[in-house]
T-cell receptor
Framework: AQSVTQPDIHITVSEGASLELRCNYS??????LFWYVQSPGQGLQLLLK??????LVQGIKGFEAEFKRSQSSFNLRKPSVHWSDAAEYFC?????????????FGAGTILRVKS | EAQVTQNPRYLITVTGKKLTVTCSQN?????MSWYRQDPGLGLRQIYY???????DKGDVPEGYKVSRKEKRNFPLILESPSPNQTSLYFC????????????FGNGTRLTVT
């Protein structure tokens, strides 16, 4: 069965510092991988996605993620964090089924940014 | 503006009193889905719909019903709510399921006493 693990429940970084949020997945085939961000009181917004091809994908707001098949990981990175990046981040893995879109989310990582 | 609209944003009810949370999207999306979000558990899928009149169970369907009579609407029905259904609920839609990115509503926080 698919599963997604985000090992860090909370992360605190200083404004301007680099960021890496970890995501590991368990899935038998090549997955579809997503990162979503949830700001307080809001729904989730797609940051980036990986389906195939180049393993380094660029997203919105200066985020990028790298797919590493050998490590079953899809870590999210940003070189310089801004205070507005404080939010909860969700990694998700999906696959096409005959009759549905099976998307499994990780438990989320809450990012705090200190000035 | 393209959006997914859920109502209400907040709802407090008592055990056993039937309720409906509405969801509407204006993007002509084929696929719609309901999730619940609980601390430490992330989002779990309740039900989804690939198209009008086509719905199927997600991971946690017990205690919920849905219907998809029109493409734009996908209400979530709790026939007899219980306290363990206290949660934050999200409706989402995408162009055609599969690898299409999901668009989320702003959520409905439900409290069942």
């Amino acid at each position: 069965a698919q599963s997604v693990t985000q090992p860090d429940i909370h992360i605190t970084v200083s404004e301007g510092a680099s960021l890496e949020l970890r995501c590991n997945y368990s899935y038998g085939a090549t997955p579809y991988l997503f990162w979503y961000v949830q700001s307080p009181g809001q729904g989730l917004q797609l940051l980036l996605k990986y389906f195939s091809g180049d393993t380094l994908v660029q997203g919105i707001k200066g985020f990028e993620a790298e797919f590493k098949r050998s490590q079953s990981s899809f870590n999210l990175r940003k070189p310089s964090v801004h205070w507005s990046d404080a939010a909860e981040y969700f990694c998700a893995v999906g696959r096409l089924l005959e009759y549905g879109n099976k998307l499994v989310f990780g438990a989320g990582t809450i990012l705090r940014v200190k000035s | 503006e393209a959006q997914v609209t859920q109502n209400p944003r907040y709802l407090i009810t008592v055990t056993g009193k039937k309720l409906t949370v509405t969801c509407s999207q204006n993007m002509n999306h084929e696929y719609m889905s309901w999730y619940r979000q609980d601390p430490g558990l992330g989002l779990r899928q309740i039900y989804y719909s690939m198209n009008v009149e086509v719905t199927d169970k997600g991971d946690v369907p017990e205690g919920y019903k849905v219907s998809r009579k029109e493409k734009r609407n996908f209400p979530l029905i709790l026939e007899s709510p219980s306290p363990n259904q206290t949660s934050l609920y999200f409706c989402a839609s995408s162009l055609q399921g599969g690898n299409s990115p999901l668009h989320f509503g702003n959520g409905t926080r439900l409290t069942v006493t």
